[in-house]
């Protein structure tokens, strides 16, 4: 059945798409990192001092991981194009090119996305984590399934590193591990984003007894993006099932895909850390007594200061709301 769509075709289209949706990815990651570097601090510290800090913040790193994987996938995508068609060997067609794994080149662009997935599953689990207050139960299953998946990756890359002769990609072992790889990273994105989604649920409903303000639009931003991961993964999953050669398509793209879901998850919550801050400056008024530089003498009382010492005591629900504002600034 994997001749049912002609693998050239297939494999072009999802080489220009790919072009196409490394542009949006480059674009969201110039943004991420423009409004991380210029997210509001709540308390003041010297300018250079929080650059620096904010370089070493996990989600940077991995976004700068993430740049350099993609870019990687995208550059041997280009490089395979003309050895397929400029610099191919003598009597290889291009369709067999395609056709055969063994290349050096198919190898890297392999596994630049098998670390793409491997560095986008982390932070998943890693939002997870924070989310959850750092509670490290609550990660024990996509843990256990990110170590298995790392193991699946290692066979995969085993196995496309020994392929003999006339290999077929989905009748060898090289299948079993890839098949396992993708399970357990739709395992992965489920429970996490699930999880997170039902606890910040759980905050919102505690901070609107207090006033606090609404957090729906972060469940938005989580869940919005880890279906589309999903969806793309599930749907490679099929493809390859299947046998049919639409599975190069999705396989060319998945690394743009896993990218611009990461990176639209940080602009997004980026952008509501700016809104926040201008509507914050935008509450603030001079009042014209003080715009005009008029100088007014006020008597002065004097005043009694009274202190009185209280203890504060803390009930889950109410720590669930006080995080609720560093809420965003975690995810």
């Known amino acids: ?37 210029n997210r509001p601090d709540a308390q003041p510290h010297p300018r250079k001092r ?39 060997e003598p009597g290889v067609t291009a369709l067999e090119f395609f056709n055969d794994p063994t290349p050096k080149t198919y190898t890297i662009w392999m596994i630049s996305v098998f670390l793409t997935t ?47 002769p006339n290999p077929d990609v989905f009748a060898t072992q090289y299948s079993t591990w890839i098949i396992n790889d993708c399970v357990f990273t739709i395992c992965i994105n489920i429970y996490s984003s699930g999880f997170i989604a039902w606890r910040i649920w759980r905050m919102n409903l505690q901070s609107k007894k207090y006033g606090g303000s609404d957090l729906m639009s972060v469940v938005s931003i989580v869940v ?50 700016n809104q926040k801050r201008d509507q914050a400056v935008s509450t603030f008024r001079i009042s014209p007594r003080a715009e005009q530089g008029t100088d007014t003498i006020y008597n002065l009382h004097p005043m009694a200061v009274n202190i009185t010492q209280t203890v504060d005591y803390r009930t889950t629900e109410d720590t669930d709301v006080a995080s609720q504002n560093e809420l965003e600034h975690k995810v």
């Open 224 to 273: 919005e993006s880890a279906l589309l991961y999903t969806v793309w993964t599930v749907w490679f999953f099929i493809c390859y099932i299947i046998k049919t050669n639409l599975y190069i398509f999705l396989l060319t793209n998945q690394a743009v895909i896993t990218g611009i879901v990461f990176m639209l998850i940080n602009v997004r919550i980026g952008m509501g850390w």
């Open 118 to 164: 491997l560095v986008g599953d982390s932070m998943m689990i890693y939002r997870l984590w924070v989310v959850w207050s750092y509670d490290k139960i609550v990660i024990i299953v996509p843990v256990c399934c990110y170590t298995a998946g790392t193991v699946s990756i290692l066979g995969s890359i085993y196995h496309l590193t020994h392929f003999g």
């Open 50 to 88: 929080v650059r620096l800090a904010k370089f070493k913040k996990p989600m940077v790193i991995s976004s700068f991981l993430i740049f350099i994987t993609i870019s990687l996938h995208w550059i041997f995508t280009i490089v395979r194009v003309f050895q397929a068609f400029v610099y191919n």
């Open 1 to 37: 059945m994997h001749d049912t769509i002609p693998l050239l075709p297939a494999t072009l289209t999802g080489v220009c798409f790919e072009g196409f949706l490394y542009g949006v990815f480059f674009l969201l990651f110039v943004v991420s990192i423009y409004l991380v570097l």
